[in-house]
């Protein structure tokens, strides 16, 4: 087993250094642009395909490094950059995990490259998971798949919303009930190929921050794939919802059983840690901006760090980032070495993380006074953006509900 360790390695180095450049260069200067005009901001992407980091190479070397540093890394120095389009690049390696996650190696091998494109052409990827009525609670998801022996077929119907890249996307991942009866354990998540009839964009929503990154509705009305595009296989399926039957038999009859995972609660394990590590990224760029103001910004006669009140702020956003990025950097290399989340290290590194994001880039604004309530200066931006932080990817609430779960082994509601 790897062991944990601080200091990074020469490739970890490199690869840090080489996407703070293009965070530096690239991203941030057209962080303002595109977070006004709330699109997708395509040549910015073609340009991360074009240096090679919008790919599928990228992110699977990432998330192959065995210290389970390399996504963490990346995540952090993309979201440095801008919180929005770093959404944009890494929206489809979120959704690509799904299909790591949850299919089949030959699933794998056929979907992941195509949810990136090529260099030339790049596409996206949405992992449609979240309802109207069903974000938090994911069990009460209406969207069906129904299989037609007739044809071999799953039919799905229902309305997804909140979908990072939905309706824009190449390949839709969308989780849907097979049997509503058994909750989030009759779940299952499918690939919808490109130019599937039936898959169409519902309402653009217009959103607080990461606006460079497009959210929308999608709708499924009688989308007919075939049942390849099953990620895991039916036999698998058919296995794992036999035995969740069983188990709700034997709740029935009193008897104590074991948990089964679900295929979208898989999907939010494996990235919670990275979604951790974009908020460290953010909550960075934020106190960077602070720290330098701070020296600059003259009242009284001094330097506004002069002020206690002012340096001791500094230092707590400091501390709070760090403190956040261990926390990911263990939850993430606990996924690399297998190791058990026997605490929800995973959760407690998103939480964690996600609310400094929030603390420290209200705090920015605060530092920059009236300057920092204005779009003139980039913490106003980065203080909308980091608000996402305590809500997708699981809710801080809910994070707290699962850490303290783990811990009692209690249903806490
Ligand atoms: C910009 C953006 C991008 C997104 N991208 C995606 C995506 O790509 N794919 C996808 O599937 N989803 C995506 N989502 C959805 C996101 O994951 C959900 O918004 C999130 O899970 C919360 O669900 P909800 O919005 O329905 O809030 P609700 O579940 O309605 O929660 C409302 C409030 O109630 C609290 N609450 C709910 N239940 C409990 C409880 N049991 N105990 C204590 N408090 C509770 C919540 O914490 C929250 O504060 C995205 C959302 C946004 C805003």
Same mark, same amino acid.
């Given at each position: ?14 690869v840090?250094d ?14 303002a642009?595109?977070?006004?005009r709330e699109?997708?901001p ?7 395909a ?15 490094d065995?210290?389970?540093l390399g ?6 120095e ?5 919180a929005g389009?770093g959404?944009?690049?890494?929206g489809?390696?979120?959704?690509a ?6 299919g ?7 979907w992941?490259?195509?949810?990136f494109?090529?260099p030339?052409?790049?596409?996206? =990827? /949405?992992?449609?998971?979240? +309802?109207?009525?069903a974000?938090?609670?994911? #069990? %009460? !998801?209406? &969207? ?13 119907n ?6 990072t ?5 190449h ?11 058994l ?26 921050g ?24 039916k ?12 188990r709700a =038999? /034997?709740?029935?009859?009193? +008897? ?6 679900n #295929? %979208? !609660?898989? &999907?939010?394990e494996a990235?919670?840690?990275a979604?951790?590590?974009q908020a460290v ?12 103001y701070?020296?600059?910004?003259v ?17 707590d ?5 760090d ?14 070495t297998?190791?058990p989340?026997?605490?929800a ?5 998103k ?14 604004i605060?530092i920059?006074?009236?300057?920092g ?10 203080h909308?953006d980091? #608000?996402i ?17 783990t811990?009692?082994g209690?249903?806490i509601?």
């Open positions: 087993m790897t062991g944990f360790n601080l200091a990074l390695n020469d490739d970890q180095i490199a840090r080489w996407l703070h450049g293009f965070a530096r260069d690239v991203i941030r200067p057209a962080a642009e595109w977070d006004e699109e997708t395509w040549p910015i992407i073609q340009e991360a074009k240096v090679g980091i919008y790919s599928l190479d990228f992110f699977a070397q990432q998330q192959f065995p210290t389970g996504i963490p890394i990346a995540m952090e993309l979201f440095w950059g801008d389009i959404l944009a690049i890494c489809s390696a979120l959704a995990a799904g299909v790591v996650t949850n089949t190696p030959e699933q794998v091998g056929t992941a490259p195509e949810m494109g090529t030339d052409d790049p596409k996206l =990827a /949405a992992f449609c998971s979240s +309802e109207p009525d974000g938090s609670d994911v #069990a %009460a !998801m209406r &969207t069906r798949a129904v299989y037609d022996e007739a044809t071999d077929e799953w039919v799905l229902g309305t997804k919303t909140w979908a890249n939905g309706g824009i996307a390949i839709h991942v969308v989780v849907a009930s097979v049997d509503p009866e909750g989030a354990r009759g779940q299952a998540s499918f690939i919808i190929p490109p130019g599937t009839p039936g898959l169409s964009q519902g309402q653009k929503f217009k959103k607080h990461i606006r460079a990154s497009h959210t929308a509705e999608v709708v499924l009305d009688n989308v007919r794939v075939p049942n390849s595009c099953l990620l895991g296989g036999e698998k399926l058919d296995e794992r919802m036999a035995k969740a039957r069983e =038999a /034997a709740v029935a009859r009193g +008897e104590k059983v074991e948990q089964v995972k #295929a %979208a !609660m898989a &999907t939010f990235s919670r840690p979604v951790g590590a990224g953010l909550a960075r760029a934020a106190y960077e901006e602070s720290l330098e701070a020296k600059t910004r009242q009284f006669g001094r330097p506004i760090i002069d002020n206690q009140g002012i340096a001791f702020t500094l230092a956003m400091r501390t709070r980032i403190a956040a990025r261990l926390l990911v950097w263990r939850a993430s290399w606990m996924a690399a297998a190791q989340f026997t605490a290290e995973g959760s407690m590194s939480l964690y993380a996600g609310e400094t994001a929030k603390w420290v880039t209200a705090q920015a605060q920059f006074g009236g300057n309530f204005t779009r003139e200066y980039p913490v106003e931006r980065m909308r980091a #608000a932080y305590t809500i997708f990817e699981g809710t801080s609430e809910i994070q707290r509900l699962v850490i303290a779960r811990l009692s209690m249903p509601r």
